[in-house]
T-cell receptor, first 111, second 113 residues
Framework: RKEVEQDPGPFNVPEGATVAFNCTYS??????FFWYRQDCRKEPKLLMS???SGNEDGRFTAQLNRASQYISLLIRDSKLSDSATYLC????????????FGTGTKLQVIP | DAGVTQSPTHLIKTRGQHVTLRCSPI?????VSWYQQVLGQGPQFIFQ???????GRGNFPDRFSARQFPNYSSELNVNALLLGDSALYLC????????????FGPGTRLTVT
């Protein structure tokens, strides 16, 4: 089983739709979680950190479910500019850092 | 403020050669991480350095090595290049070591022929 798994998509959604992505992780010792977005042939950019209590930033909401070992990202009112690949990131520390990226979920917002 | 910078942007090498990639973190950031990204995959963690010390290592062979300098810039070295080393190499900086948000540079695209 992969350490971090994401549905590669693509998710093709119309403008204005709500879309949700999940990401599962295998190591229960994982401590920190993030969502990044990556545009084609560009570097990843931090979208948001994921906190145990959940967090929201405008149209974006991230949730963490430790019991089931997954994180989620919800995008409301999708814009054309949201088209990108969304990468989930799981991090463990405790003296020696290990960071694992998922393979990403591709989102295409259609006019 | 300048973001993370990397050099060179593109590089073509032949099998068996050695390559050095360079990274300057965001001003004030003390931690640098290196990632390899092949097409269609997420970035794979290679190393993390903080205050010139290795603080994390991914599953890469000993042909890969790195170091961090007193000004927090970093180099990634790859020896005995293989065709499979062709990838985008990304550098990310963060304020401290540990599970902090990381900010990526534009990457160095390495092609091994």
């Amino acid at each position: 089983r992969k350490e971090v798994e994401q549905d590669p998509g693509p998710f093709n959604v119309p403008e204005g739709a709500t879309v949700a992505f999940n990401c599962t992780y295998s190591n229960s010792a994982s401590q920190s979680f993030f969502w990044y977005r990556q545009d084609c042939r560009k570097e990843p950019k931090l979208l948001m950190s994921v906190y145990s209590s959940g967090n929201e930033d405008g149209r974006f909401t991230a949730q963490l479910n430790r019991a089931s070992q997954y994180i989620s990202l919800l995008i409301r009112d999708s814009k054309l500019s949201d088209s990108a690949t969304y990468l989930c990131v799981v991090s463990q520390s405790g003296g020696y850092q290990k960071v694992t990226f998922g393979t990403g979920t591709k989102l295409q917002v259609i006019p | 403020d300048a973001g993370v910078t990397q050099s060179p942007t593109h590089l073509i090498k032949t099998r068996g050669q050695h390559v050095t990639l360079r990274c300057s973190p965001i001003s004030g950031h003390k931690s640098v991480s290196w990632y390899q990204q092949v097409l269609g995959q997420g970035p794979q963690f290679i190393f993390q350095y903080y205050e010139k010390e290795e603080r994390g290592r991914g599953n890469f062979p000993d042909r890969f090595s790195a170091r961090q300098f007193p000004n927090y810039s970093s180099e990634l070295n790859v020896n005995a290049l293989l065709l499979g080393d062709s990838a985008l190499y990304l550098c990310a900086s963060s304020l401290l070591t540990g599970p902090y948000e990381q900010y990526f540079g534009p990457g160095t695209r390495l092609t091994v022929t």
